[in-house]
């Protein structure tokens, strides 16, 4: 199964600051078929960004995605409050789907 | 509005089974599939396996192979998820998700909200 790591595991910053998050898979995702989610206490995982690099809809444009092969980033341009959550990136293209272990965004 | 609504939470003895209830509105069912994702507490998320919501075709983790089976009621557009023969380490939030088209290859959206199974003796 392809293994999914992210870093780094938190990530402390302060509102305004631009996050960048990186997922590397051990071999190759198949048509850049990586998805990022973003979860918050208690709530349910929400879709952030699919085929590594388009938004979902309703997502804000401070929210993207980039790379190919085994290496992925997201990158929220300017943090707002909202956005200190965990991450998570997946990839659907070989099974079984698999998670990265996530990276905390917290309040510096 | 696109919705998946879960069942509610479930205590459970170990060597017990659960099902799990997600029912789908607000799309057409038959056009997505449905994949089931646990969290234990604290932790990360974990794919289970996937069922297709216009034919009965289902792709299982290889750990749930035996354990789990998934199943959907297109009369009622709900998905179902039975996990068998529960140990303490099925103690998690299980989650179902939509999954667009026909193949388990893709993305997760939207998400139900989740139902707390707890394995305790």
């Known amino acids: 199964e392809i293994v999914l790591t992210q870093s780094p595991g938190t990530l402390s910053l302060s509102p305004g600051e631009r996050a960048t998050l990186s997922c590397r898979a051990s071999?190759?995702?198949?048509?850049?078929?990586l998805a990022w989610y973003q979860q918050k206490p208690g709530q349910a995982p929400r879709l952030l960004i699919y085929?590594?690099?388009s938004r979902a809809t309703g997502i804000p444009d401070r929210f993207s995605g980039s790379g190919s092969g085994t290496d992925f980033t997201l990158t929220v341009s300017r943090l707002e409050p909202e956005d200190f959550a965990v991450y998570y990136c997946?990839?659907?293209?070989?099974?079984?789907?698999?998670f990265g272990g996530g990276t905390k965004v917290e309040i510096k | 509005q696109v919705q998946l609504v879960q069942s509610g939470a479930e205590v459970k003895k170990p060597g017990a089974s659960v099902k799990v209830s997600c029912k789908a509105s607000?799309?057409?069912?038959?056009?997505?599939?449905i994949s089931w994702v646990r969290q234990a507490p604290g932790q990360g998320l974990e794919w289970m396996g996937w069922?297709?919501?216009?034919?009965?075709?289902?792709n299982y983790a290889q750990r749930f192979q035996g354990r789990v089976t998934m199943t959907t009621d297109t009369s009622t557009s709900t998905a179902y998820m039975e996990l068998r023969s529960l140990t303490s380490a099925d103690t998690a939030v299980y989650y179902c998700?939509?999954?667009?088209?026909?193949?388990?290859?893709?993305?997760?959206?939207?998400w139900g909200q989740g139902t707390l199974v707890t394995v305790s003796s």
């Open positions: 998700a939509r999954v667009p088209g026909a193949i388990t290859a893709n993305w997760f959206d939207p």
């Open positions: 607000g799309y057409t069912f038959n056009n997505y599939g």
């Open positions: 069922i297709s919501g216009y034919n009965v075709n289902t």
């Open positions: 071999q190759s995702v198949s048509s850049s078929y």
């Open positions: 085929g590594a690099s």
């Open positions: 997946q990839q659907y293209g070989t099974s079984p789907l698999t």
